[in-house]
């Protein structure tokens, strides 16, 4: 490289990047000098250390399906444009799949090679507990080898309130694994943060009943993801404060599994980037590019003790997750083929899917190894 085009270095990533090289921990300070450099290049390169420590060159995908088996909830969280109130005259596009109907979709996806299912939805005020129960059995019926990662923390609370009589988040989890659940996915956590929570997502269950799902699911040896959506009306400090929690909350997860193999902790954290069109917060303008990036990277870095970090591509696109890899993400979800919480372009049909090809062929572009996984992080040989 020439003289003339040499980077300089921001002098105050200097402590961050010796860190970084020596393994050592990042502070809540750190973080936020993160977010206030303008040299992404030092940022993202940290993060590539980070990543090809931990993975090498190596970028995980999988083959799956994402299932919304509802869209009527009882919440009205300020950001979702996803939610239809029950019983109401204007809920024309609502919808709530059968059991069967869901198992059906599984399915179709299992025949075009789908390793698993994802599936979350609103929370219903009428359906009964046995309607979950009713679904994972179906679909084991259907699939017997399918992993079904299903319902976000905030449905599990839900449900040891509708089930009858009334069921701990032990006995929910249990019943639910009996019936063929594996994992829990990581949604639901949005920004653990009081003022946050008072002003976006009031009615949702906060902080204390996400961590209990999490930490009992591990206990049970369930594994799951953490998110964080991001790129709303919650402060970089505020960002940062999250990941010290799911961080503090995985250090006692790994030193449980350690102590106890049958128990499970965190597999990865997905930085959700705030998606505006058609939610009541539609005048905000979301996140930027390089605020997706710096928070994708401040992710890797600050959650040491996550072995994935995940581009959702359906809300980055399929474009920013790409460029992505090379600041600390290693998992580009999958094929996903059908979303309804988010569409970030037109209107029309919720078909969202990258076939497997597209997705090796963005993987391999950036500089980096394709690797089909399972739900597991084992790679799947065909
Ligand atoms: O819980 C809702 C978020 C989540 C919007 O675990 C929004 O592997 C952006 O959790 N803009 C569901 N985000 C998605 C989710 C997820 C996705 C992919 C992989 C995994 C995983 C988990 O989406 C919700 C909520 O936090 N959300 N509305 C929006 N307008």
């Known amino acids: 490289m020439s003289e003339g085009v040499k980077r300089a270095m921001d002098s105050t990533l200097e402590s961050i990047r010796r860190k970084v090289l020596a393994g050592e921990r990042l502070s809540r300070a750190d973080g936020l000098a993160l977010y206030q450099t303008r040299d992404i290049f030092t940022l993202g390169e940290l993060a590539d250390h980070v990543r090809r420590t931990r993975h090498g060159r190596r970028v995980f995908f999988n083959i799956n399906r994402h299932i919304n088996y509802t869209n009527y909830c009882v919440l009205r969280c300020k950001f979702c444009s996803f939610y239809r109130p029950y019983g109401q005259p204007d809920a024309g596009q609502a919808y709530e799949l059968s059991p069967q109907q869901v198992a059906e979709l599984s399915a179709e996806a299992a025949q075009r090679g789908a390793t698993e299912i994802h599936i979350v939805g609103g929370l219903h005020p009428k359906l009964p507990f046995s309607y ?160 997706d990036l710096k928070t994708l990277a401040i992710a890797r870095l600050m959650l040491d003790n996550f072995p994935h970090i995940k581009a959702f591509w359906i809300m980055h696109s399929p474009k920013l997750a790409q460029v992505a890899l090379n600041w600390g993400v290693n998992d580009f979800d999958g094929t996903v083929v059908w979303y309804d919480i988010t569409k970030r372009e037109g209107r029309g049909t919720n078909r969202q899917e990258l076939t497997v090809d597209q997705i090796r062929r963005l993987i391999l572009e950036a500089g980096y190894e394709p690797v089909e996984r399972d739900s597991l992080y084992r790679p799947v040989l065909r």
């Open 132 to 291: 979950y129960i009713d679904m994972c059995r179906a679909i084991r019926q259907r699939c017997p080898d399918i992993h079904i990662k299903a319902f976000t923390a905030i449905e599990i609370v839900h449900f040891t309130r509708i089930a009858r009589p009334r069921m701990s988040v032990a006995e929910v989890l249990t019943a639910l694994r009996e019936a063929g659940l594996n994992s829990l996915p990581g949604g639901g956590a949005e920004v653990f943060d009081e003022r946050v929570h008072a002003e976006a997502f009031k009615n949702k269950v906060g902080e204390k009943h996400w961590f209990d799902v999490h930490r009992t699911a591990h206990e049970l040896g369930i594994p799951s993801n953490a998110t964080m959506l991001y790129g709303h009306i919650e402060t970089v400090a505020e960002r940062i404060e999250h990941l010290l929690k799911l961080r503090e909350h995985q250090d006692e997860s790994l030193r449980l599994k350690a102590a106890d193999p049958r128990r499970a902790a965190f597999q990865c954290c997905v930085p959700l980037p705030f998606v505006p069109e058609r939610s009541e917060l539609a005048h905000l303008p979301g996140p930027t590019g390089l605020d």
